[in-house]
């Protein structure tokens, strides 16, 4: 036991005169942070995994991103374009798209037209495009039309154009429509077509109904739908309902189903009930019927 106890000092001992020398070789290998260090599977390996020195961010692509948004900026007419630090070929290309929007600006009428920067041919398209826009908006009615610009033959078709839409409008009742302007034909066909509009309000109740407007079998049908239509208002309980326009026997009727209505809500207790609308009859049934049984 006594050599055994001598050998475990002379081991300790060995130990921690080598201790230094272990200490700096894991500093050593923490500096470094390779893969030395984690081959020895310590706490020191964990360590230098945390602590990895990180690359200086990649400088080099601000200038580029910078010369982008320089550009980008040119392209679309910002105030922060900068055009002398384009590149030939990209001033050459911002030319060439500045001049394509030019030209397309002026043919659609929208936006600033430029025309000293337009060819002869380029300022005759645009010409063609003022024409043909002005005959469209004429034929359209449309307040930007200059008649002034048509020529014979397009003012005859913005004529004609202009014929049929008031045509329409005056058959179906619908925007400007100039009597007028219409052939003894058409204005056959406008009243017709007015008559029949004139029918179908009335008889869907319809507050631009003129009664007097229509014919005594038109009026005959109107009569019976509208009371019709009244009744079942009455029967619903609707504000608008003309009880003068009921007949003797609609009021009959009425008169017994609103009775029959109270007196179940006072038998049930559920709904409105005005006991003072009960006949004797049937304030003695539900009398009868809320006394408790006798055992």
């Known amino acids: 036991m006594k050599i055994n106890f001598r050998r475990y000092i002379r081991a300790q001992t060995a130990y921690l005169s080598l201790w230094p020398i272990f200490m700096f070789a894991q500093t050593a290998d923490l500096s470094k942070g390779g893969p030395a260090v984690c081959n020895n599977s310590t706490v020191v390996c964990e360590a230098s995994n945390r602590i990895q020195p990180q690359p ?10 910078n010369h982008q948004r320089n550009v980008s900026a040119c392209r679309n007419g910002w105030a922060a374009c900068d055009r002398s630090k384009l590149t030939a070929t990209e001033a050459v290309a911002l030319a060439i798209a500045e001049h394509e929007q030019n030209i397309s600006r002026c043919k659609s009428g929208l936006g600033f037209c430029d025309r000293s920067r337009l060819s002869a041919t380029e300022a005759n398209e645009v010409d063609i495009a003022a024409h043909q826009r002005n005959l469209y908006d004429c034929t359209e009615a449309w307040v930007s039309c200059k008649h002034e610009l048509l020529t014979p033959t397009e003012a005859k078709t913005v004529g004609s154009a202009e014929r049929r839409r008031n045509l329409s409008n005056c058959t179906d009742g619908i925007g400007t429509c100039d009597n007028s302007k219409l052939t003894p034909t058409e204005a056959s066909a406008v009243a017709n077509a007015e008559h029949e509009r004139n029918f179908s309000n009335c008889r869907n109740g319809w507050s631009d109904c003129d009664h007097s407007q229509l014919t005594m079998p038109q ?9 019709a239509r009244n009744l079942a208002i009455c029967k619903n309980g609707g504000e608008s309902c003309d009880y003068s326009q009921l007949t003797t026997v609609e009021a009959s009727r009425l008169a017994a189903a609103e009775q029959k209505r109270n007196y179940t809500a006072c038998l049930k207790g559920y709904g409105f009930c005005d006991r003072s609308r009960l006949s004797p009859e049937e304030i003695k049934t539900i009398g009868l019927q809320s006394k408790p049984s006798s055992h």
């Open 56 to 65: 200086p961010a990649d400088q080099s692509k601000v200038p580029t991103a």
């Open 219 to 227: 009026a005959r049908v109107i009569a019976t739908e509208e009371r």
